[in-house]
């Protein structure tokens, strides 16, 4: 069969909070640190302008451009009117060696053209901005750190969880799985405090209650049809065998009282094996196990024997001594007989009925006539070979359907004058 | 020999009654348990045949209340139900046999009277009719003190006309008797011939006279010879 991967919920959960939460740091971080761009960016301006004020001023008031050169105003130079000004102003992020404290830091420098009585000044202006983006980068520095910790958490979290808050449900589940029809005596209830698992339990006691009172009912029922039944029909048998052998009975009379018989017979036969049908359907057969075919088979072929030698016919097997299937030892000794019955009511002496059992298939062949109806409704109630009256056509049936509800697989088919049986567990 | 029939249906009673009537048993019947606990608690009976389906109770109680009072009485549980669940709590509790509805009346005589050798002739296990003795304890036929050489079959349906001298058996009873189950669809009886035909033989070859009778090809009766 194939299994579908699955996962327990709370993994499943943790995940998706786990993604979902990566996405919200990421997109925190990003916020943030665009923020702090804009934040360092009108910081910066700010500063920058409030230089590029100060430099107006001083060049207006006639100071030297030189004498303006300082920490933060790199370069004043005169520059001619001619030159681009669409390139101005120039702002660019640098890296400065700095040698007293021996690294690299970064600079943002602003370059913009100042007029001054008529004379066009170029002025380099320089802020150190390494903090800034120290600071910025901090934020990634802290929420991915904080992110880690958080997944630990979690994880541990939900390793705990998955065996604190779901223990209770554990037990539902095993108890669910334990609980064999009819038996529902046997559950024990489970404690828990998790509104859903209680609400779940109690369906799920509810549901037994009611397959159980259904079951005990069909039962009930079954076993009452038996016995109203067969008694009848055993006072009728009896009767009739009292009358067969009666001296004052006339030849005609005893014909009439033969089919009396013969029919009560019929019709007591069909009962317990409509019944048995039912019994199947309403799984009342659950002593399964892990059955060894080769001695069942062994076993029943030993009892038949002798009625296939009157039809003579004999029975080859071929068992592989490991082939074993899942199954209540009564259904499969049902299955069997039925599948024996047949091959002896329906072979021919053109060649044995053949036994086979490999690892895991079971073939019965017999040899025979083709079918008189559809490969379809061989395993259908009431379907029979048109020269057979006696048999009741439940036979298969009643194989197909304990193959159905034991989870065998089972398969016809007709090759070189052989009907052919195969059984999969 | 003392057997308690407890069954509720009144033909069946009679039948079984009239079944048993030639095997030199006294047979008493009630038709619902609490009388049949009351026979039980007062007589002692040898063997005790029960149904099930009883209108006032489950067989069962009766079944465990032998056992209790009385372990040695042999018990025969009846039952229409097939359902495998009563047969083992039957078994369980401590009965010796069932047999499921509809029986054979020549079924219900041979386990009745197999339950009562089991259960009370403990030393004698010589059935004899005519000059043919059956050993049960060793399985062995003899006729005139020689050893009858008999397959598991022909031994068994001797067996069972021996439990049910000089009564019609029908080919079907026969057939079920011998095969069980495996017969319940069969499709001719015929074969039943083929058998009785070899035991016939085996019988006559050693001295025993014409013992099978055959009726109307409908079945067959074991007689004196």
């Known amino acids: 069969m194939n299994k579908k991967q699955t996962f327990n919920l709370l993994s499943r959960?943790?995940?998706?909070?786990?993604?979902?939460?990566?996405?919200?740091?990421?997109?925190?971080?990003?916020?943030?640190?665009?923020?702090?761009?804009?934040?360092?960016?009108?910081?910066?301006?700010?500063?920058?302008?409030?230089?590029?004020?100060?430099?107006?001023?001083?060049?207006?008031?006639?100071?030297p451009a030189d004498s303006l050169v300082g920490n933060s105003i790199k370069k004043v130079e005169k520059v001619s009117k001619r030159c681009k000004k669409t390139e101005y102003p120039i702002v660019e992020d640098v890296t400065i060696y700095h040698s007293d404290i021996e690294r690299n830091l970064i600079h943002r420098r602003k370059i913009i053209l100042i007029e001054s009585k008529g004379q066009l000044y170029r002025v380099e202006m320089d802020k150190e901005v390494q903090n800034y983006y120290y600071f910025r980068d901090d934020i990634f520095d802290y929420l991915i750190p904080s992110f880690v910790v958080l997944i630990i958490i979690t994880v541990a979290f939900n390793v705990l969880l998955q065996g604190y808050f779901l223990r209770p449900f554990r037990r539902i589940l095993e108890q669910m799985q334990l609980f064999k029809v009819g038996k529902s005596e046997d559950i024990q209830e489970v404690e828990t405090m998790t509104k859903e698992f209680v609400e779940m339990q109690n369906l799920f006691l509810k549901m037994v209650k009611r397959i159980d009172a259904d079951y005990n009912h069909l039962k009930e029922y079954t076993e009452d049809v038996a016995h109203e039944l067969q008694t009848p029909l055993s006072i009728i048998r009896n009767k009739a065998e009292g009358l067969l052998f009666s001296e004052k009975l006339e030849e005609q009379d005893a014909k009439v009282v033969k089919t009396i018989y013969d029919e009560a017979n019929h019709l007591s036969r069909l009962g317990t094996t409509l019944n048995l049908i039912t019994k199947i359907d309403n799984r009342e057969f659950t002593d399964i196990k892990e059955l060894k075919t080769a001695p069942e088979i062994d076993k029943q072929t030993e009892a038949v024997e002798e009625l296939a030698q009157l039809k003579s016919l004999t029975i080859e097997k071929e068992l592989h001594q490991e082939h074993s299937l899942n199954i209540d030892p009564y259904l499969f000794d049902i299955v069997l007989k039925n599948l024996l019955k047949n091959a002896i009511r329906y072979g021919t002496s053109e060649g044995p009925i053949k036994i086979k059992t490999t690892e895991n298939t079971l073939e019965m062949s017999n040899y025979g006539k083709p079918l008189s109806f559809g490969k379809d409704q061989l395993f259908k109630r009431f379907v029979k070979g048109a020269d057979n009256d006696q048999s009741l056509g439940l036979g298969l049936a009643l194989v197909a359907k304990i193959c159905a509800v034991s989870k065998l697989e089972i398969d016809y088919k007709y090759e070189r004058h052989q009907h052919i049986f195969i059984l999969k567990g | 020999m003392k057997l308690l029939l407890i069954e509720d249906n009144p033909h069946l009673t009679e039948d079984i009654l009239k079944g048993l009537s030639d095997q030199a048993m006294t047979v008493e019947t009630v038709g619902l348990v609490a009388?049949?606990?009351?026979?039980?608690?007062?007589?002692?009976?040898?063997?005790?045949?029960?149904?099930?389906?009883?209108?006032?109770?489950?067989?069962?109680?009766?079944?465990?209340?032998?056992?209790?009072?009385?372990?040695?009485?042999?018990?025969?549980?009846?039952?229409?139900?097939?359902?495998?669940?009563?047969?083992?709590?039957?078994?369980?509790?401590?009965?010796?046999?069932?047999?499921?509805?509809?029986?054979?009346?020549?079924?219900?005589?041979?386990?009745?009277?197999?339950?009562?050798?089991?259960?009370?002739?403990?030393?004698?296990?010589v059935l004899e009719h005519g000059v043919i003795k059956i050993d049960i304890t060793s399985s062995t036929v003899k006729i005139n003190d020689l050893v009858l050489e008999l397959t598991k079959k022909e031994y068994d349906l001797l067996l069972y006309f021996f439990y049910n001298k000089n009564k019609m058996l029908t080919k079907e009873s026969i057939a079920e008797h011998l095969w069980g189950d495996h017969i319940d669809q069969a499709d001719n009886f015929d074969f039943i011939y083929t058998h009785i035909k070899n035991l016939r033989k085996k019988l006559q070859k050693e001295g025993a006279g014409e013992y099978i009778k055959s009726v109307y090809g409908m079945g067959y009766k074991f007689v004196e010879a």
């Open chain 1, 13 to 63: 959960v943790t995940l998706f909070y786990l993604i979902f939460t990566f996405v919200v740091f990421y997109f925190n971080a990003k916020f943030l640190t665009r923020e702090a761009d804009e934040f360092i960016d009108s910081d910066l301006n700010r500063r920058f302008g409030w230089l590029e004020s100060r430099v107006q001023y001083h060049l207006d008031k006639g100071t």
């Open chain 2, 35 to 125: 009388d049949a606990k009351d026979k039980i608690s007062v007589y002692e009976y040898d063997i005790i045949v029960v149904d099930l389906g009883l209108p006032d109770g489950n067989g069962l109680e009766i079944v465990k209340y032998i056992k209790e009072i009385n372990p040695n009485t042999g018990v025969l549980i009846v039952t229409a139900r097939n359902s495998i669940d009563d047969k083992v709590t039957g078994l369980d509790l401590g009965a010796d046999d069932y047999i499921t509805k509809p029986f054979h009346m020549a079924e219900l005589i041979a386990r009745v009277r197999s339950l009562f050798r089991r259960k009370k002739l403990k030393g004698s296990t």
